[in-house]
């Protein structure tokens, strides 16, 4: 009797626990208020939706391509940093001395550093 009495209590709450979860499930969205956006979180709606007009008709990996580079601020063009810009000008300058090994290796660094 005890063990009947076991599994009648053990189904019925096993049978009545998702009719709870759904009940707090439902109610926690109801009485949530909405949440304001950040600055931040405006501006990148605002460059989500430019970049996707940019997009146009593009599809697939190309679309994606395109919207990862469009949401980081990349207009296609390759933009050289200040040190790429100076190794790229120490590297002519070492080309036209036909400099080689060690010798190349001493220019770039001091005219990297300078």
């Not at 007009?53 to 469009?70: I, L, Q, V, Y």
């Amino acid at each position: 009797m005890k063990v009947l009495m076991t599994v009648l209590c053990a189904a019925s709450l096993l049978l009545s626990a998702p009719a709870f979860a759904q009940d707090k499930k439902d109610g926690a969205k109801k009485d949530m208020p909405k949440k304001e956006m950040s600055e931040k979180q405006k501006k990148q709606q605002e460059r989500m939706r430019e970049c996707n007009d940019k997009a146009g008709d593009k599809k697939g990996d190309e679309r994606k391509k395109f919207m990862s580079a469009c949401l980081k601020g990349d207009d296609g063009k390759k933009k050289m940093s200040e040190q790429q810009s100076r190794m790229k000008d120490c590297n002519k300058q070492a080309s036209d001395k036909k400099m080689k090994g060690d010798d190349r290796k001493k220019f770039m660094s001091s005219c990297l550093k300078g």
